[in-house]
């Protein structure tokens, strides 16, 4: 064990650095970095023998449950790459590299998953006793750009681009010099790891050879924005279920073998990675998305989701009987009549009357782009309390309605049935007048009982073609002031190819209002600027390469003013864009 002086370690790649970086490399944190000591070489086949051949493989106490769990699963006996080649017991093993099977290579480090690395870690404790106050880990993150070659460290790459050496040097070059490594393909496999010269604080095989596991989950850097071109690379896995790997191995080449590489995988997945030991007497300064490491992360990773879904239902503001009189009123503007209570308090040739209806004129502007009738079937997406599935229904067969809400789809379903709803009018502070909904002319109860109205989730369209009885496909789809309301618009999107049918139109209406609080930045489909050329990125541009992408052609564009009332005198004005797309 070779002993490190700590510092403070600054991680992030710059914005104007003149090479292809993913989303998550982009971005700052400073890491405060205890005093640690890491092993000279990564942890060996050889060493790894030990073991294996000690029991490690049966032994519970060595594995996190997760680790446990897999190891059962998948019958681990020893790594994936050895071969058993003797009787059995006798621990005599060959290794399958790329291209063959060849006599065990004692002096290579081992290619293992995380869970067998903090195995390993856990009976070399359990064997050498503490070293230091804490027990045997694996490095972390800012822990490897400490022992990285100072020539070729974050800090030289940022004063000059030619210390991030994949910048100037081919794979034939990489083994040459000082600082020579196996990386960027230098050579097809391992190598003894000793082979190399070691970095300015006696470590070998700090960069290449093979990745090496650390204690972070995949984790973002701060003022990190998801790039556009690929939105999903890097937030789907921070989830606390990918740790990251650092270094690059024989293989890696680009960006996978930069100084400012910054890559991950799922704890039981190979990627030609191995580990070198690592005690301190502070704890490992890792990131971690949930308390702890991947031991039991699973269960707080669980009870987060769970203590998440129980804040949604209870904050959610569309349950609110407020927000319920507000989208009755929106939705049947008609109500009040009897009251003598006009929607918007008349006030001459300005009055904004043409801002009422929305719901309707969105049903009739599907109408009227005509989709082709194949089995005159619609879908309402974030129907609300129905006013547009109503109007929906005196034009098609069967109108399938769904909301997130449940306080509005259970009055939807109650005007249905041909209960008469009542709600409150605001007029002036906490004066409201009590006024019944009237439904728009033509809608009976023949045109009520087309409707299936159910509650659901827009980012569940996909699994409702399997899982949802009768839900079928559709010649229109509306989406209503939803898009950017969703958690994940891209899961409603990518499900319109499953429930379009071929010439079926989807009517999409926005003010592409986005907001953190529904939506997380990384998820906009625009309203930000490109975090690399600063170009500003527009909802609109980006939702025409989507559909066109997934095969529609765009058949309409207009801009569609809604108006909702607070009370009497205060309302809001809203310009939605309203397109219409057409299935090929």
């Known amino acids: 064990m070779v002993p490190v002086e700590g510092r403070a370690v600054h991680l992030g790649k710059p914005l104007d ?118 027990p045997y880990r694996v490095l972390t993150e800012a822990e490897h750009q400490i022992i990285r070659h100072s020539e070729h460290n974050l800090d030289s790459a940022r004063s000059s681009s030619s210390a991030d050496k ?14 020579g490594a196996n990386l960027n393909m230098a050579y097809s496999s391992h190598n003894p790891v000793d082979f190399f ?35 999903d690379f890097s937030t789907p896995c921070f989830d606390g279920k990918h740790s990251m790997i650092v270094g ?21 997945f190979l990627q030609h990675s191995g580990f070198r030991l690592v005690v301190s007497d502070e704890d490992a300064p890792a990131t971690h998305l949930y308390h702890g490491s991947f ?5 707080a990773r669980d009870e987060t989701s769970v203590d998440e879904a129980n804040d949604t239902k209870t904050n959610n503001v569309y349950e609110s009987d407020s927000l319920l009189s507000m989208y009755l009123g929106l ?43 194949t089995n005159n079937r619609v879908l309402d997406v974030g129907c609300a309390v129905g006013g547009s599935s109503f109007e929906l229904a005196k034009s098609f067969d069967h109108v399938e309605a769904f909301d997130f809400s449940g306080n509005f789809v259970a009055a939807a379903k109650r005007m249905q ?16 007048e009590e006024v019944s909904v009237v439904q728009e002319p033509g809608v009976d109860a023949t045109v009520m009982n ?45 499900a319109m190819p499953q429930i379009v049918n071929e010439g079926g139109v989807v009517v999409m209406v926005t003010p592409f209002t986005w907001l953190e609080e529904f939506t997380p930045r990384s998820k906009w489909l625009g309203g930000f600027h490109d975090p690399v050329s600063q170009e500003p990125m527009y909802s609109k541009d980006k939702l025409k390469e989507i559909m066109e992408e997934l095969g529609f052609d765009k058949i309409h564009e207009e801009q569609m003013p809604l108006v909702i009332r607070e009370h009497r005198r205060k309302y809001q004005y809203i310009i939605s864009e309203a397109t219409g797309w057409r299935k090929k």
């Open 17 to 134: 650095f003149p090479s292809y970086g993913w989303d998550n490399e982009y971005g700052e944190r400073t890491v405060e970095v205890p005093n640690f000591q890491a092993s000279k070489y990564m942890i060996t086949n050889g060493e790894f023998w030990q073991f294996v051949a000690e029991g490690g493989y049966r032994n519970k106490e060595y594995w996190c449950d997760d680790g446990w769990a897999w190891r059962q699963y998948r019958n681990m006996k020893w790594p994936f790459f050895w071969k058993p080649l003797g009787p059995q017991g006798s621990h005599e093993y060959g290794l399958r590299t790329i291209f063959e099977e060849i006599p065990m290579q004692w002096d290579w480090p081992v290619d293992c998953t995380y869970y067998e690395s903090k195995a390993y870690c856990r009976w070399k404790t359990s064997k050498d006793g503490l070293l230091m106050s804490k």
């Open 166 to 179: 994949v910048m100037t040097t081919s794979g034939m070059d990489f083994p040459l010099g000082e600082t």
């Open 197 to 231: 010269n070691p970095s300015q604080t006696g470590h070998n095989d700090t960069v290449g050879n093979a990745w090496e596991w650390t204690e972070d989950h995949f984790n973002p850097l701060k003022n990190f924005e998801a790039h556009h071109v690929y939105d």
């Open 248 to 268: 690059g191995s024989f293989m890696s080449t680009g960006d996978e073998a930069s100084v400012f590489a910054r890559f991950h995988f799922r704890p039981h």
């Open 295 to 299: 031991a039991g992360q699973a269960a």
């Open 331 to 373: 939705h049947f503007p008609l109500s009040g009549a009897n009251e003598e209570v006009d929607p918007i308090l008349n006030h001459g040739t300005n009055t904004p009357n043409h801002g009422l209806r929305f719901p309707q004129r969105v049903a009739a502007l599907l109408c009227s782009l005509k989709p082709a009738r």
């Open 417 to 432: 049935s041909g209960e008469q709803l009542t709600f409150q009018i605001p007029i002036e502070g906490d004066i409201y």
């Open 450 to 494: 087309k409707i299936h109205f159910f509650q659901g989730d827009a980012c569940s369209l996909s699994e409702y073609t399997e899982t949802k009885e009768g839900f079928g496909t559709f010649d229109g789809v509306i989406l209503s002031n939803l898009l950017c309301r969703l958690p994940d618009p891209m899961t409603c999107l990518t």
